[in-house]
């Protein structure tokens, strides 16, 4: 059975946008909740939702290596909220993307880590800063697997191309 809200999902980057906004409100109110909510019910709602924002980083992170695999032309959040020019793809690493979410996960940690030392103390606050870390590193490692594994899909694909003899293919110097 095909229903139309579900359908809207078949699409990777349909998907990834729309996790990435529940990320993103996810985050915020756990920002939020950590500085102005106070007594032990803001302390919480804190944790769970920091919790829960650092899960569906790292499950959609795994996710996105699978979908290096497929077809479609999803190539990360910001070129699909921007539009950005990513046929010009030079070789090796796909450093733009790549560096986007070094950025991108740096500011987030910091962002958790004061909120965290505002809210936390004692051996809560020190547990608080090695799964930060763990998430940050371990995201840090899935995003370099993806941009490689990426720059590695269009090597070969050049490489089949020019076997093939296309001549629409570009040819590296």
């Known amino acids: 059975m ?29 920002i939020l909740a950590g500085l102005f909510v106070t007594g ?29 695999v497929g077809d ?6 910001v070129n699909e909220l921007f539009e950005t020019d990513t046929d010009d793809a030079g070789e090796g690493l796909d450093a733009g993307r790549f560096g986007r979410l070094l950025g991108l996960i740096a500011a987030v ?4 880590l004061l909120t965290s030392a505002q809210v936390l103390s004692g051996s809560i606050l020190s547990i608080a800063v090695v799964a930060i870390g763990a998430v940050a590193v371990v995201t840090a490692i ?6 490689l594994g990426a720059s590695y899909d269009e090597s070969q694909q050049r490489w089949v191309d020019r076997q093939e003899g296309n001549p629409d293919v570009d040819t590296v110097d």
Do not use: C, P
């Open 2 to 30: 095909k229903l139309a809200h579900v359908t809207l999902l078949e699409d990777f980057g349909t998907r990834s946008l729309t996790i990435h906004g529940i990320m993103v409100l996810a985050f915020a109110n756990a």
């Open 40 to 68: 032990q019910v803001g302390l919480v709602s804190f944790v769970a939702l920091l919790n829960f924002t650092a899960g569906l980083w790292v499950a959609h992170s795994i996710h996105s290596l699978g979908n290096e």
């Open 72 to 77: 479609d032309d999803y190539a990360g959040v």
């Open 109 to 112: 940690t910091a962002m958790a």
């Open 142 to 147: 899935v995003g370099f697997l993806i941009a």
